[in-house]
Each structure stands twice: as structure tokens, then as C-alpha cells.
């Protein structure tokens, strides 16, 4: 009778031990006969958790203050004299021969070069990694583009149509009279004036950005099978076969 019922203790022991797949099948009481001193085991499920980390990128912005100077000039006077000459003149004439010139027009085309400039659209969107392992690719984030201006520029070769003068000449005389020149001065006031340098200076606000590379931890948690035993009551009805999985 004893070594019966150590055989069935260690079938129920190696049952009960051994590896759950499929997931746990309810289990069903079978009557066997009643045993002295067995341990009863059944499959519990526990949840365990854990933390997977999460990688993210932002970009994180601060507002610097540059120091930007100019030089201005500020004028500084001060009062002083000057001598302040006319000229008086007395007229003295002669015939001299005047080339007399008419103005006569012709067209000629200027070139020159023109900047043209044209604007297109193009998206602009925020990027994430997506795939695993090797095959990570940069790719868009839906909702997050928007379409930006850019502007193309190109110089255009062009031409401008244009009246230019020449001269057309005849010799004609004429009576010319030349003043004869004195100087007469007297001393007026006036002031001597400086540039003096003087340098202004303001805090100008830029951004500066730059791209914050992290990991977030993220709780996940899964289900694992436990086997949990205790000694069974003796008795003809409460004693049950191994749980079959």
C-alpha cells in the first residue's frame, strides 16, 4: 500500500510541474481514491511588470540675447571767422568763332541683366524612426506637414531700347566778351565742425534649437504561469487528480 502511494504522489508532482502551453484549460476534479498527506497544486496566473524605454527626439528652444553695437557720428561745432572773397569784374570783348552744335538722335539698345524670381511650395513635415534594427528609416509624421514658400532666382539677359544723342557742328562767330577778374574779401563767421564717433548698443533676441535625444520608460506587463500547492484534505470526495493542461 505505501509504495502505491508514493507512485501516485510523484505522477500528480510531475503533472503539475510540468510546462503550460496554449494557455490554461479549466481544470475538472476527477475522483480518485483518497490519499494520506497529498499536496494538491493548481496553475495560477500572475501579472508581472516591467519597463521597456521608449525613444524620442524633440527639439528644445531658448531664447539668447546677442549684443549688437553701430558706430553713429555725432557733429561738434565750434564758432570761428572766415575770409569770404567776390569777385568783381570788368568786361573786355573780342569776335571768336563758336562751333554751334545741334542735337540729333539715334536708338541703341543697352544691355543688361535682370533678376528674375519665381516661388514654389514645397512640404515640410516633422520626421520619427520607424522599422527595426537596420531597416530604421527617417519618416514623416502624418498631420504634422506644412507647405513652405521657397523662392528661385535666376538672371535674365535683357535689353532697353534707348534715344542716344550726337552732336551735329557749324562754326558761327560771335562777339565774345571776357571780365577781367579782382577779388574783393571780407570776414564773415563760421564755425568748424567734427565728426565725433559715438557707439550704440542692443540686445537683438535668436533662437537657438537644438535636437533633445531621449528614452522614456514605458510600463508593460505581461502574464506568466505559477504553481501554487497545498495539502489536500483526506477524504473518499475531496481528493482530485492532477489538473490536466
Not at 476534479?29 to 494538491?40: D, E, H, I, N, R
Not at 493548481?42 to 540675447?65: F, G, I, M, N
Not at 559715438?198 to 533662437?207: G, T, W
Request: hydrophobic share 25%.
Amino acid at each position: 500500500m505505501l509504495p502505491t502511494l508514493f507512485t501516485t504522489a510523484a505522477i500528480l508532482s510531475l503533472v503539475t510541474g510540468a510546462p503550460q502551453y496554449g494557455g490554461v484549460q479549466p481544470s475538472h476534479p476527477v475522483k480518485t481514491a483518497p490519499l494520506t498527506g497529498s499536496v494538491q497544486c493548481r496553475t495560477e496566473y500572475a501579472t508581472l511588470w516591467d519597463t521597456e524605454y521608449k525613444e524620442t527626439e524633440t527639439q528644445v528652444c531658448t531664447t539668447e540675447y546677442e549684443k549688437v553695437c553701430r558706430t553713429e557720428t555725432q557733429r561738434l561745432c565750434q564758432p570761428t571767422t572766415r575770409q569770404e572773397c567776390s569777385t568783381v569784374y570788368e568786361k573786355q570783348c573780342q569776335t571768336v568763332y563758336k562751333s554751334v552744335c545741334v542735337e540729333q538722335y539715334k536708338t541703341e539698345y543697352e544691355p543688361y541683366t535682370e533678376t528674375e524670381c519665381s516661388t514654389q511650395y514645397k512640404d515640410d513635415c516633422e520626421y520619427q524612426w520607424e522599422g527595426y534594427g537596420n531597416d530604421k528609416v527617417w519618416a514623416p509624421i502624418a498631420g504634422t506637414c506644412k507647405k513652405n514658400p521657397y523662392e528661385t532666382c535666376k538672371d535674365v539677359a535683357k535689353t532697353k531700347e534707348r534715344q542716344v544723342a550726337y552732336p551735329v557742328c557749324n562754326d558761327v562767330p560771335e562777339q565774345k566778351c571776357v571780365d577781367v577778374p579782382r577779388q574783393e574779401c571780407v570776414a564773415v563767421p563760421d564755425q568748424i565742425c567734427t565728426n565725433q564717433p559715438l557707439q550704440k548698443c542692443q540686445d537683438v533676441p535668436r533662437q537657438n534649437c537644438k535636437a533633445l535625444h531621449k528614452k522614456v520608460p514605458v510600463r508593460v506587463s505581461r502574464q506568466v504561469p505559477k504553481k501554487v500547492c497545498q495539502d489536500a484534505p483526506a477524504g473518499p470526495s475531496d481528493t482530485f487528480a492532477p489538473e490536466v493542461i
